[in-house]
T-cell receptor, first 115, second 114 residues
Framework: AQSVTQPDIHITVSEGASLELRCNYS??????LFWYVQSPGQGLQLLLK??????LVQGIKGFEAEFKRSQSSFNLRKPSVHWSDAAEYFC?????????????FGTGTLLAVQP | DAGVTQSPTHLIKTRGQQVTLRCSPK?????VSWYQQALGQGPQFIFQ???????QRGNFPDRFSGHQFPNYSSELNVNALLLGDSALYLC?????????????FGPGTRLLVL
């Protein structure tokens, strides 16, 4: 079955510290992978996506993610966290079938940033 | 360029009632998907509309239905509301439904069922 696992429910980092959010997926074919961010009271904003090619993808707001097929992982990283990065982060895999493209999401990681 | 818009932003209903949520896709997009996000969970796919037809449906009962209009806007209807239907309902739009197409999300409608 297709699924996404985000092992960390809640992470707290200090402002200026580096960040890595973990994501593992289960998908039979070549995965299409996404990271979205959700601020309080907001919808989901796309940070970055991986379809093919270079396994290190750059996104908005200084985020990057690395696709590792051997580990079925797509971890999100940022070298220096800003207070405005506090939000919930969702990893998703694109599932295609029946002429429909749907997203399967993980349960999210809530990021808190302390001064 | 207007993004995805949803109305209303918040809604309170009682058990057994019916509700209609509305979504206008991003300009130029023709495909609308609906997701339910329960508290503390990731969004779950309800269904997708393209060319006014429902495509694939997720694991949701027939109480959940939808419609897409010729201008590509969409409605989500939920009948016989249950307490468990309380959630944030997200609409996403894309241009077509190929795997390469990115889905853009609206701010959501928060539904509370009492």
């Amino acid at each position: 079955a297709q699924s996404v696992t985000q092992p960390d429910i809640h992470i707290t980092v200090s402002e200026g510290a580096s960040l890595e959010l973990r994501c593992n997926y289960s998908y039979g074919a070549t995965p299409y992978l996404f990271w979205y961010v959700q601020s309080p009271g907001q919808g989901l904003q796309l940070l970055l996506k991986y379809f093919s090619g270079d396994t290190l993808v750059q996104g908005i707001k200084g985020f990057e993610a690395e696709f590792k097929r051997s580990q079925s992982s797509f971890n999100l990283r940022k070298p220096s966290v800003h207070w405005s990065d506090a939000a919930e982060y969702f990893c998703a895999v694109g599932s295609y079938g029946g002429a429909t493209n749907k997203l399967i999401f993980g349960t999210g990681t809530l990021l808190a940033v302390q001064p | 360029d207007a993004g995805v818009t949803q109305s209303p932003t918040h809604l309170i209903k009682t058990r057994g009632q019916q509700v209609t949520l509305r979504c206008s896709p991003k300009s130029g997009h023709d495909t609308v998907s609906w997701y339910q996000q329960a508290l503390g969970q990731g969004p779950q796919f309800i269904f997708q509309y393209y060319e006014e037809e429902e495509r694939q449906r997720g694991n949701f009962p027939d109480r959940f239905s939808g419609h897409q209009f010729p201008n590509y806007s969409s409605e989500l209807n939920v009948n016989a509301l249950l307490l468990g239907d309380s959630a944030l309902y997200l609409c996403a739009s894309s241009l077509g439904s190929s795997r390469e197409e990115t889905q853009y999300f609206g701010p959501g409608t928060r539904l509370l069922v009492l």
